[in-house]
């Protein structure tokens, strides 16, 4: 079982940037896929990136591919997401979450999920 805890939200301007943090604790989180999810105000949640457990494979959703940047770092169990030319859209309350298996972008093999982060971006 993975433990996680999101942080670095905030509000910022269409065209600024932030980095989202994810802290994890637990034996299995250097072995599992890890993601990002997001979801907006009367929206579903949607699937945003995600990282292979050894960080040497990267998965983006089409509206942020170019923009964000995910990476992992097993040594200090935290996973992020770099966001950048953000916009009014990409505002959400942002998940970070562990996968069953060391590659998957299904949402439905992610079992840990952590509070979430608020993102607004104002334009």
């Known amino acids: 079982q993975v433990q996680l805890v999101e942080s670095g939200g905030g509000l910022v301007q269409a065209g600024g940037s932030l980095r989202l943090s994810c802290a994890a604790s637990?034996?299995?989180?250097?072995?599992?896929?890890m993601g990002w999810f997001r979801q907006a105000p009367g929206k579903e949640r949607e699937f945003v990136a995600v990282?292979?457990?050894?960080?040497?494979?990267?998965y983006y959703a089409n509206s942020v591919k170019g923009r964000f940047t995910i990476s992992r770092d097993n040594a200090k169990n935290t996973v992020h997401l770099q966001m950048n030319s953000l916009k009014p859209e990409d505002t959400a309350v942002y998940y970070c979450?562990?996968?069953?298996?060391?590659?998957?972008?299904?949402?439905?093999?992610?079992?840990?999920w952590g509070q979430g982060t608020q993102v607004t971006v104002s334009s």
């Open positions: 979450a562990a996968a069953t298996t060391g590659w998957s972008a299904d949402e439905d093999d992610f079992y840990s």
């Open positions: 990282i292979s457990w050894s960080g040497g494979n990267t």
């Open positions: 637990g034996r299995t989180f250097g072995s599992s896929a």
